[in-house]
């Protein structure tokens, strides 16, 4: 009954609704996937997890046609960084949140050219935003690529090892943080992979994916960030995520919890 009622309380917000989405959406993807390829016989079963996988997605991709402000709001409050000590981490953080920006409007036109509102072409303005995502995961890793190494560092350091130097609060405090970016540093590996392989093909290996690959990475990435936000209270830890991506089969936010959640297929 607690469980259920942790679910009921996570789906009453939009961020506990769109990770339940997207965890579910990859996880049809994966079987799906597997289905079709692996087991003839269920492989109408299969392609049904797959269309329900499309039409999550497709949700996903409307509702985060109001992502923007929050977004926007989020980029504003953050500026340039000047609450990073490091050089680096402000670079790269300001970066991700330009391209984050840039990634939404990108996909609204994409949405409403596949729906005929718009009289253009949605391939490129596809393209654009799945590279957008792509840059802003390779941007997230290095953060917390540059985030584990630097804290794990100072735990190692000879100052470290004096009691007086680090509080054992503080030591927790920065081991805890470790676990953290590491989990986001996976979680962003996963989705990068994904970006890829949803950019033009002759690209490293764009579209070269099966789909039940697709699916297992996105699935590990979801409940990596659904993980990290059960331990953070339903907030996901604030390091850069990458906004997600549209997917090609059936259509796909980062910054604050509203954006920084990554949209999944």
């Given at each position: 009954?607690?469980?259920?009622?942790?679910?009921?309380?996570?789906?009453?917000?939009?961020?506990?609704?769109?990770?339940?989405?997207?965890?579910?959406?990859?996880?049809?993807?994966?079987?799906?996937?597997?289905?079709?390829?692996?087991?003839?016989?269920?492989?109408?079963?299969?392609?049904?997890l797959?269309?329900?996988?499309?039409?999550?997605?497709?949700?996903?991709?409307?509702?985060?046609?109001?992502?923007?402000?929050?977004?926007?709001?989020?980029?504003?409050?953050?500026?340039?960084?000047?609450?990073?000590?490091?050089?680096?981490?402000?670079?790269?953080?300001?970066?991700?949140?330009?391209?984050?920006?840039?990634?939404?409007?990108?996909?609204?036109?994409?949405?409403?050219?596949?729906?005929?509102?718009?009289?253009?072409?949605?391939?490129?303005?596809?393209?654009?935003?799945?590279?957008l995502?792509?840059l802003?995961?390779?941007?997230?890793?290095?953060?917390?690529?540059?985030?584990?190494?630097?804290?794990?560092?100072?735990?190692?350091?000879?100052?470290?090892?004096?009691?007086?130097?680090?509080?054992q609060?503080?030591?927790?405090?920065?081991?805890?943080?470790?676990?953290?970016?590491?989990?986001?540093?996976?979680?962003?590996?996963?989705?990068l992979?994904?970006?890829?392989?949803?950019?033009?093909?002759?690209?490293?290996?764009?579209?070269?994916?099966?789909?039940?690959?697709?699916?297992?990475?996105?699935?590990?990435?979801?409940?990596?960030?659904?993980?990290?936000?059960?331990?953070?209270?339903?907030?996901?830890y604030?390091?850069?995520?990458g906004?997600?991506?549209?997917?090609?089969?059936?259509?796909?936010?980062?910054?604050?919890?509203?954006?920084?959640?990554?949209?999944?297929?």
């Amino acid at each position: 009954m607690v469980a259920l009622s942790g679910l009921a309380s996570a789906l009453e917000s939009y961020r506990g609704r769109d990770r339940l989405m997207r965890t579910l959406g990859y996880c049809c993807h994966l079987v799906g996937g597997v289905l079709v390829e692996q087991c003839p016989a269920r492989s109408e079963v299969g392609t049904r997890l797959l269309a329900l996988s499309s039409q999550l997605s497709h949700c996903r991709t409307v509702l985060r046609l109001f992502d923007d402000v929050a977004m926007f709001v989020y980029t504003k409050q953050y500026g340039l960084g000047a609450e990073e000590e490091a050089i680096f981490v402000r670079c790269v953080s300001v970066l991700g949140n330009l391209a984050d920006q840039l990634y939404y409007p990108c996909e609204h036109i994409a949405w409403a050219a596949d729906a005929k509102i718009l009289h253009v072409e949605s391939a490129p303005w596809l393209t654009l935003s799945t590279a957008l995502w792509g840059l802003s995961l390779l941007l997230g890793i290095a953060r917390s690529l540059w985030m584990v190494l630097k804290l794990r560092q100072r735990l190692r350091s000879p100052l470290a090892a004096l009691t007086s130097q680090l509080p054992q609060g503080k030591r927790r405090d920065m081991e805890a943080q470790i676990r953290s970016e590491a989990l986001t540093l996976l979680s962003n590996l996963a989705d990068l992979a994904n970006a890829v392989h949803w950019l033009p093909p002759g690209i490293l290996w764009a579209g070269r994916f099966p789909p039940w690959l697709v699916g297992l990475l996105g699935t590990i990435s979801s409940l990596l960030s659904m993980y990290q936000a059960v331990g953070a209270g339903g907030q996901a830890y604030a390091a850069p995520d990458g906004p997600g991506s549209r997917n090609p089969d059936g259509g796909p936010s980062h910054g604050a919890a509203i954006a920084r959640e990554g949209p999944g297929l």
